[in-house]
């Protein structure tokens, strides 16, 4: 017996078994459930079965690889080495077999759950296990004298090759499976789909043979004022592109509740909506497909997350019961539906789409999202998180508590309704510096790593020109001009004599602040107006003000760590935005960016079904704080209005930022930035 | 304790128990599992519960039920009696509360699983159990403190009220969820639909309130010439209508082999099919609806039953493969999917279609319904079940085991192919008798059940006319002719001089026998003529071709009975057949109609869910022989082409119809009778 079988030992899973001498190593791997991919069934067609065989002596195993310990490099191998390159030692573990103990390392991308790396070390990993894969099969030819469906067959086959049971198939994909069959000689690939909740695998393409082509999904955060999508590769979790455009339902009002409003007052108005965003979401489709270089026609998944608000009005379901209390929503679960449910027409026909669950009726799936990102349960310390937009969504907890609330900040901080705002690309101005001697500004423009003062600046922003400031530009800003003492506590721009620059200039009754003159080079003149900055109040207000109630609702008075995320906030500076007083104080070190948590959290949730079933879990533990109703939150937001709105309330800045003592509080300021969004 | 609780027996279940005063019926019925209707969950508005108190002294079960057994009539059966109007006698279960010990009878149309009682003895019952049924609930109102959406408390109501558990909804369900609540003041009525391979129910409908109107469904025969459908209530089973219509696919085809060539030239030809049958239902549902005075918008659920072509087609996928060995199907099992992927679009658009199983390339979902009906596999004796159709279907067996087989006999039974056919509607001639002396014929026609020669004749068929001949009335005159010596053995018509009688016309080379002259009143001129014996020789030597070879399969020279089956089938005078040589010999009492067996079945199955486990279930024990491939089958064909093909194979004609031993074999008598649709 000891002669006609050998030890297998794999890495790094440390998994072994004894095998019959002449076992292929990739059953063995599936023997030992080894973690060891395979798309064609071992048929020496697909590759994802490399293996690294080790060899020589393995102390730490106790044993000695010979060489012969594998079965020999054969012509499988060889013509697909020659075709298409293979790392030298490498073999294919579908042909070669075990012929004496040996060590297998299974490399990471030959694992069916591979490991997607993230660049910053504050994110998540991403294991792979997405809903949507390949399976290439063998079916039986048809026989008279035992007549079923070729279909059946093709189920047969996925019972027996990869125990995968409970298929279906709508007609689309049934009216070409004949076809097909044929052309594949009774060989070919399938995609396979099985959401978190399903029983059964739907099929939702087919192609003849063995079929190498990408399977795309796609990540999509739907703001209120901008969406953001990331294309991925379902395979191995590459981010092939990522991209965003406005939404365009922001004609029918820039932030939420005009939007309700917009719904309530337009019979059908809902609709217009619906279809002016999925008209939108069908162009971003073809946009990505475009920067990626891919087909759209690949994409089979697409996750989205959203507030409640834009979560209607993608599902067509009218929002107007959002805007009254007791904000009901129509569903709060998780959905998952067909893509054509939603006229997402770019995508493949057969696509799936699924949904965050929502938390309440002012907090969405997007805060659902930050969640799975941000893992706020799972923290150890208090961690506030802010994910910064139209709305912004608020999370405050650790891991034996989590509260979450969302607060209408208006589209002020992504870039709207200022005067020379614009949404981040090429050309806007994203980082702002203003000597607080000479009052004279620098800056740096999205496209180019140069100051606005570095030589070569005019030459490296050529091809974009300076075309206006974004949202986390006119932040910096305004906080460079309250440093500056352009701007005093109230949040008025002082004059030119008021401040000592003719930068400040007269508008009306009130003063701006002129960022940058492109006129002589026919470009635009960029300025900094008093309406800009109460809009940045507001929007500052409603943020603190939703951050202070989850903390009065905690009983704490202080966070241990800040987490700034958002599509596009995740460029916001903490020095900044703590001398703006748009979040409470913390240690500036303890103030990270995330990144667009909301579009990770959509992202992990296309490439791993287990996180889906992980967030719904996870909604369910979260305590809603509402904010419309909270008469706390009115006063926060009216108490929180200067810049900042109390310096002892924020000790941290000391020593990091210098706040003077100015005040420009002449007749004529207006005080018009006390209106709120909602009632 | 014997004070306070009271004996209850419910008839005619005779489930008994004892449950504490004050209990309502329907409580105490739910608890024993009596089925016991109920829509509303006993709020006293769906009057599903009514039962039949009993009174008096019951010796069977010993007790005597005193008069204050049971609660008083109170104000809302009062308030129901009055308008709605309620059997003297009667209770709503859920009002009427147990006082004291008392026999309840149910009546039959208080039980959820209600017999539907067919008129024929020979036909089956159908217990209710359809995939889509009403429940009436209260929703429990948002609550801005525990928010959950308005849907998640739909399900919650569903499994606190009816233990329905798993309830999914599309957007078009979803969307018109709040409003519909509101409107109902938190109380809805939903239609539910599962089918019997659903986990979950998938909700079809809501309604504010409670909702009283009917959920019809359509049984569906999809026959080659003809689409038969029932139109039924899934409340009771009640069959409100029933239409036929021509199936417009004729224009490419007649047989189902000319259709697979059209397909087969025409590239998109069998997208041109699919369309014209979709069309063609679509109109079938308006006429269906029309006839019943009902709303085709109340249509929920349609089940069809079809051979393989027609299946292929109705799906929209190419039926290339069923034209040629191994005559492939696409796909053998029952299917489940939305109605408007079919594009039904005149029912509801939620409604969902329920296909059964198909048994071979060659035998079909109609064999399958048909087997359901007349269950074969049940019979002690040996039962041979014709269904006749442009493609007849045909089963033989026993309990032991069941064979199939199809047999093209084109569509001359359905009166087409025929120079006077028409389809079975009012005008049209269904009886018909040749008097062997004078010649001198008379006929019945569809409308009136006078014949020809009774008085009043004329003035009871004004309305329609005589306008045709439908397939029992080609079948009646071809055999009547032929036991009157108008037609010899081999199928000829004698000329004027041979036969007798002026009748007999020469039409070129042959002769046709006039039937009916109705050109004074401005009518048709009827004739049958050899080109119509020839076509009606085809049709039957292939049905009983198709017989033979399965009763040589199953190794038996008789059979005990013989059902003949079909849409229009199911007038064929069995003495008619017999003289053709249709159908192999049987005593003629064992000859028996079934009707439309394959339409039966499709009722079935759309009336009980369980009926569809059982089909596919039994299809897979039903074994297939495939004439297509079987020489003995051709041979048998060849043989059969005489009326009847041997004197000596039918003994019990012997003394029910006299064959004359007459020959017409002149010259010019073609023999183009020996054609073959099938290769």
Redesign the interface.
């Known amino acids: 017996m000891t002669t006609k079988d050998a030890l297998v030992i794999f890495t790094p899973s440390g998994k072994r078994g004894r095998f019959a001498l002449g076992t292929p190593v990739l059953q063995a791997a599936r023997q030992l459930g080894v973690d060891l991919d395979s798309v064609c069934g071992g048929r020496g067609i697909c590759s994802k079965c490399q293996i690294q065989p080790g060899f020589g002596d393995f102390a730490k195993f106790g044993i000695h690889v010979d060489d012969e310990a594998l079965s020999e490099w054969n012509a499988v191998e060889e013509r697909y080495k020659s075709k298409r390159g293979m790392i030298d030692g490498r073999r294919l573990g579908c042909q070669a077999k075990v012929m004496g103990d040996v060590v297998i390392d299974v490399p990471p991308e030959s694992q069916v759950h591979k490991q997607v790396i993230r660049k910053s070390a504050t994110q998540r990993d991403i294991v792979m296990d997405p809903a949507t894969r390949v399976y290439f099969i063998e079916v039986a030819?048809?026989?008279?004298?035992e007549?079923?469906?070729?279909?059946?067959r093709v189920k047969q086959a996925l019972a027996l090759q990869w125990q995968v049971d409970g298929v279906e198939a709508?007609?689309s994909i049934?009216?070409r499976?004949?076809?097909v069959l044929r052309k594949g000689e009774w060989k070919i690939t399938l995609a396979l789909h099985r959401g978190n909740h399903d029983?059964a695998h739907r099929i939702l393409d087919i192609w003849p043979g063995y079929h190498e082509g990408p399977i795309l999904g796609l990540a999509i955060d739907l703001g209120s004022t901008t969406i953001a999508a990331h294309l991925c590769d379902l395979r191995d979790g590459a981010v092939l592109a990522s991209a965003g455009v406005m939404n365009p339902q922001i004609r029918f009002g820039e932030d939420l509740m005009s939007r309700v409003s917009y719904a309530m007052m337009n019979p059908g108005g809902d609709r217009e909506m619906t279809e002016a965003v999925r008209v939108a979401l069908n162009g971003l489709v073809q946009t990505i497909a475009t920067e990626a270089n891919s087909d759209p026609n690949a994409i089979y998944e697409l996750v989205f997350v959203c507030n409640p608000v834009m979560h209607h009005l993608l599902?067509?379901?009218?929002p107007?019961?959002l805007g009254q209390?007791?904000?009901?929503?129509?569903?709060?679960?998780s959905l998952s539906?067909p893509a054509r449910?939603?006229d997402l027409s770019a995508v493949n026909r057969a696509a799936q789409v699924y949904v965050l669950p929502?938390?309440?009726?002012h907090?969405g799936a997007d805060a659902a999202a930050v969640a799975l990102s941000e893992e706020p349960d799972k923290s150890e310390d208090m961690v506030l998180i802010v994910d910064v937009g139209t709305n912004a969504e608020i999370l405050l907890g650790n891991k034996t508590r989590v509260l979450a609330c969302s607060s209408p900040t208006g589209p002020a901080f992504e870039g709207a309704q200022i005067s020379s705002g614009q949404r981040a690309a090429p050309g806007a101005i994203e980082r702002t510096e203003i000597d607080p001697a000479t009052k004279e500004p620098r800056f740096r423009v999205i496209g180019s790593d140069l100051w606005s003062d570095d030589p070569g600046f005019a030459e490296a922003i050529k091809s974009s020109g300076i075309t206006g400031i974004c949202g986390s530009g006119i932040i910096e800003a305004v906080a460079e001009m309250r440093m500056a003492g352009i701007v005093d506590g109230s949040g008025l721009i002082g004059s030119a004599e008021q401040v000592g620059t003719p930068r400040c200039r007269a508008e009306g009754r009130t003063h701006s602040y002129l960022l940058h003159d492109g006129a002589a080079e026919g470009g635009p003149v960029i300025l900094v107006t008093q309406t800009d900055i109460r809009a940045i109040q507001l929007a500052k207000s409603a943020l603190y003000a939703g951050a202070r109630l989850l903390m009065d609702t905690m009983g704490v008075e202080n966070v241990d760590r800040i987490t700034l995320a958002g599509a596009f906030g995740a460029h916001i500076s903490p020095k900044h935005a703590m001398v703006l007083g748009m979040i409470p104080d913390a240690a500036l070190d303890k103030v990270t960016s995330a990144g667009n948590a909301a579009g990770t959290g959509a992202r992990i949730a296309l490439c791993n079904r287990a996180a889906r079933d992980a967030i719904e879990a996870t909604v369910q533990q979260i305590h809603?704080v509402?904010t419309a109703?909270e008469p706390r939150f009115q006063e926060h937001f009216v108490n929180a209005n200067a810049i900042p709105h109390a310096t002892d309330a924020f000790p941290h800045l000391e020593g990091v930022a210098s706040l003077p003592n100015v005040s420009f509080n002449t007749a004529g300021a207006g005080s018009d930035g006390r209106r709120r969004r909602r009632g």
Do not use: N, R, W, Y
């Open positions: 030819e048809p026989d008279m004298h007549p079923t469906g070729d279909f059946e709508d007609l049934l009216s499976l004949q076809p029983a599902l067509g379901v009218d107007v019961e209390a007791p904000f009901a929503l129509a569903l709060s679960g539906l449910d939603l929502c938390i309440a009726g907090v809603k509402e109703i």
